[in-house]
């Protein structure tokens, strides 16, 4: 996939390092990276395994070698809508390795179907 169709939010991403768990190959460089992430009350909260969405994450700019920009969708947006508010905060996983945290920074509006 070479871009989200239909983005429904952006966010700032922090990547964890291999050392913190994170991706062992490093920050993903695919156009669209695709994965799992479930939304929690804060960074330092629990995932619940049984409530993840596939999420669609688009680079959009670099602010430290950790923290990148990114557009967001889902591949089911319906079912992130009701979770989505500037500020939440998205644990981004692979498998059940948290590998990054996403804080929305806006909220784009309703999706019209990816």
Do not use: C
């Not at 994170?22 to 920050?27: A, D, Q």
């Not at 695919?30 to 479930?38: E, H, K, L, N, S």
């Not at 700019?61 to 990148?68: A, V, Y």
């Not at 079912?79 to 909220?107: K, M, N, Y």
Request: hydrophobic share 40%.
């Amino acid at each position: 996939m070479e871009k989200i169709e239909n983005p429904v939010a952006e966010a700032e991403v922090r990547w964890r390092s291999a050392a913190e768990g994170g991706r062992r190959s490093g920050n993903p460089t695919a156009p669209v990276y695709m994965a799992t992430a479930g939304f929690v009350t804060d960074e330092d909260s629990e995932v619940d395994h049984g409530r993840v969405l596939s999420v669609l994450l688009q680079k959009t700019g670099e602010l430290d070698e950790q923290r990148w920009t990114y557009l967001v969708g889902f591949l089911v947006p319906e079912l992130a809508l009701p979770h989505l508010r500037s500020g939440g905060v998205l644990q981004v996983l692979e498998g059940p390795r948290i590998v990054g945290t996403a804080r929305i920074t806006a909220v784009l509006g309703e999706p019209s179907g990816e």
